[in-house]
Structure formats: C-alpha cells, structure tokens
C-alpha cells in the first residue's frame, strides 16, 4: 500500500485507505454521552442516556421519560506517506436511538446503528527500466449497518439482563484497475458482497451501592458470531492493448463472511453523582474466521487475514453540581475526559495493520426551557492516531455533536 495518501475521496462514513481491509473500518458504536469518554459504556446506567453498548442499561430508563438521542460527527484526516501528505475532511450524520420503559423494571430502545464503513481512492506507481510504469487505481465504497430492537429487564435490585436483536446488512464493493505504459496484458479485478442478516448481543450489569452516595457497577457484553450466509463476487478483466479484447472472469465463495465472537467486561464508580470514572475491556475474535481471497489464479477462503482485535478504554464524566436545582450554569454541565488503544483486526501482506491510540474531551450541556430542563447538547473533540510500520499514518480530528432529547411523555398532568 505505497503512495495510498493520494487523492481520497470518498461517499461513506470513511476516507481511510484501510477501509479496503476486512470489512472495513469499525465503527464507534457508542452514543453521545460516551463520545467525550472515549466511547466507553459497558459498565454505565443511567435513566436519561441511552447506552446502546450494554443492553442491560435499558433497564435505567424511568416509567415518565421517553428518550432520543441522535448524532453527527465532522472530522478532518491527515494522511501521511514519507514525506506526501494530504488533507481530506468530510461530515457524517451517524445513528439515532430512542428508548423507555415498557413496564416495570423492563426498557426497550431501538434505533439505527452503523458498524463498518469502507471509502477510498487512490493510486500507487511503480516504475522499471524494463515493464515501464504501472499505475494501479484502488477505489472502494459501501460498509455494513444494523437496526435494532433491544430490551433491558431488572431481574433483582442490583442485577440487570439485556439483549439487542439487530437486523444486519449492507454491501461492499472494492475495484483495482491497473494502467501500463508497456506491458500489453493487465488485469482489473472488482470484489463485491452484499450482506443480509442479524445479530445478537447480550448483556449484563450489576450495580451496588456503597453507602449512601456512592456506587459500583460491573458490566460484561457478549456479541454472538456466526455465519452470514452470503457469498462474495469476483470478477477479473483481461485486458490486451494490442489486440482490444478482453476476457472476463468470475468467481463466487458461498459462505464468505461471518461475524465474530466479541466479549467485553467493564466497571464504573460514580462518587456522590458527581464523578463517574469508567473503562472497559474488549476482545473480538475476528482470528477465527477465515476471509476471502484471490490466490494463485483462485477466489477462496484463506487462514492468517484477520486477527483477533483487543480494545481498552478510560472515561471520566465530571458533574460539579448534581442537583438541578440551585447552582450556576456552568456547573450543571459535564465535563468529559477519555483515552482508549485498539490493536487492528488484520493483517496487511502478513504484517500487522494499524494500531489505534485515541484521547477524547467533552462537554454535556443542559438545555433548559420553561418546559424541559433534562435534555442536553453533548459535544466532544477526539484526536485519533493510527499507525503501522511501513504504510500509511492517520492522524484524525473528530467533532461529535449529539443531542439527547428527554421528554416526559408519560406523565400525567392535572389542570387546576
């Protein structure tokens, strides 16, 4: 992947370069209120945000409140190659999720989530005194999203199960054309899937208080793997410029692409409601499964192309003044302080890809009127660095901006 920082461009939620590996780049599932702590969430209840990364969270949600939460992100990326750099930026309107409570002990949420995106375009160059000059053009486009349906049930006062049922689907769509200016022979070849499936997530939190103010809470997600029960497309192109004809071929793997087992643990530790301090731990078992590939002339599944995937991170939320009333404004908002690192899932020519650091920092501003004073602007910055050893280094600046609306819908009014 030489000179791959040339010219991205991009219609989807990325314009990374190594969004032509896998499935793409992982998307950041969790919504605004973990933004400014780095997308940590696992371990975290709260009755007026919606948690979608712990179904069991649902189980927070009060008999009077309807929530939505949706979101945007902008960002601009720097794209480093030797001494080439190129600037790219773009805009995303990235999920909307909603939740309340269903009965007594029980929350249901719903929305629309994405999973991976995959967008680039760009070209490497090879020269020789003998073959001339190769120019090879990689594009890709597509990712893969999920629409959910999630329920969260408080089994006893301290202990809360949940689980998201999710309709999984998408396409991707990858395209390496070359151009020669002596060889006579070349190849373009275009790989294409679409997907059409579910998913299903499991969840759990135990909450315990700790004297009066004070509480602990542990959490563990489990994302069931299996196969999604698609096929992948090739097709090759074989072009000679002498003669002007062309051979097509094409080749089809049933079975080709399956999601992972994914485990994840957490804990959080509120203090008197004003400081919360998590962090989560996730292992994705992407090593498991094999993934397609063209081999000596052959379309096929191959071992070694993707690897298990390990996620850390740390997020600190800072409430000066919890209760609602009283206080000035500006300590009824929440400060937000996150940090995270993710090894990659794949391997690049059978080296390791781009290994992930991030730093996050954020703010939740209430917005009150005189009919509402629970709802709240949630914007953070995050800075993400991602590197490898020979290849391209990102240096990402991201806005998030979410807006969680709390309504109370439920109540009941009385007129005098």
Same mark, same amino acid.
């Given at each position: 992947? #030489?000179?791959?920082?040339?010219? #991205?461009?991009a219609?989807?939620?990325?314009k ?23 997308g940590?969430g696992?371990a ?5 945000q ?5 179904p ?7 008999s ?15 794209f480093k190659?030797? #001494?080439?750099r190129?600037?790219v ?6 999920y ?12 249901v ?6 999973y991976s ?61 070359p151009t ?6 070349? &190849? ?12 299903l ?16 809470? &542990? ?27 062309n051979?097509?071929?094409?080749f ?9 087992l994914? &485990? ?15 962090? +989560? ?11 397609p590939a ?6 096929v599944?191959? +071992?070694?192309?993707?690897k ?6 740390l997020?600190? +939320?800072?409430?000066p ?15 937000r ?16 890809g781009?290994k992930?650091?991030?730093?996050? #920092?954020?703010f939740?501003?209430?917005i ?16 993400v660095?991602?590197?490898?050893d020979?290849?391209v ?10 807006i ?9 009014w009385?007129?005098?």
């Amino acid at each position: 992947m #030489a000179a791959t920082a040339s010219g #991205a461009v991009a219609q989807s939620g990325t314009k990374s370069p190594y969004s032509q590996f896998g499935v793409g780049v992982l998307s950041d599932q969790s919504q605004s209120m973990s933004r400014g702590m780095n997308g940590v969430g696992l371990a975290l209840r709260s009755g007026s945000q919606v948690n979608t990364l712990n179904p069991a969270s649902y189980s927070s949600v009060d008999s009077l409140t309807m929530l939505f939460d949706m979101g945007l992100s902008g960002q601009i990326t720097n794209f480093k190659e030797g #001494a080439v750099r190129r600037n790219v930026s773009q805009a995303n309107f990235e999920y909307v999720v909603g939740s309340f409570r269903a009965w007594k002990n029980v929350g249901v949420a719903f929305g629309v989530l994405p999973y991976s995106n995959v967008g680039y375009e760009y070209e490497t160059t090879t020269k020789d005194s003998k073959t001339g000059t190769l120019v090879e053009s990689y594009s890709g486009s597509g990712g893969l999203h999920q629409v959910f349906l999630g329920v969260g049930v408080r089994l006893a006062k301290p202990l809360s199960l949940g689980v998201n049922a999710s309709y999984f689907w998408g396409s991707i769509d990858r395209t390496v054309t070359p151009t020669s200016t002596a060889a006579s022979n070349t &190849l373009t070849k275009s790989y294409s899937t679409t997907i059409s499936s579910y998913k299903l997530d499991l969840g759990a939190q135990w909450e315990q208080r700790i004297g009066r103010k004070d509480k602990l809470t &542990l959490g563990a997600v489990v994302g069931l793997g299996h196969n999604l029960k698609n096929d992948a497309a090739m097709t090759v192109i074989s072009r000679n410029s002498v003669s002007s004809l062309n051979d097509t071929t094409r080749f089809s793997v049933a079975d080709a692409y399956s999601l992972p087992l994914s &485990l994840g643990i957490g804990a959080s530790y509120c203090r008197a409601g004003k400081l919360t301090v998590a962090g +989560d731990f996730t292992l994705t078992k992407w090593g498991d499964k094999q993934f397609p590939a063209y081999v000596n002339n052959s379309y096929v599944l191959q +071992d070694g192309i993707l690897k298990d995937r390990t996620k850390v991170s740390l997020g600190v +939320d800072y409430l000066p003044h919890p209760d609602p009333m009283g206080g000035k404004f500006l300590e009824h908002v929440h400060y937000r302080f996150g940090v995270g690192y993710a090894t990659p899932y794949y391997n690049i020519n059978g080296q390791n890809g781009p290994k992930e650091v991030s730093v996050s #920092a954020g703010f939740g501003i209430p917005i009150a009127n005189m009919h509402n004073n629970r709802s709240v602007l949630n914007i953070s910055g995050q800075w993400v660095h991602n590197a490898a050893d020979g290849f391209v280094t990102e240096n990402m600046f991201r806005i998030n901006i979410g807006i969680t609306f709390n309504e109370r819908w439920f109540m009941k009014w009385t007129v005098d």
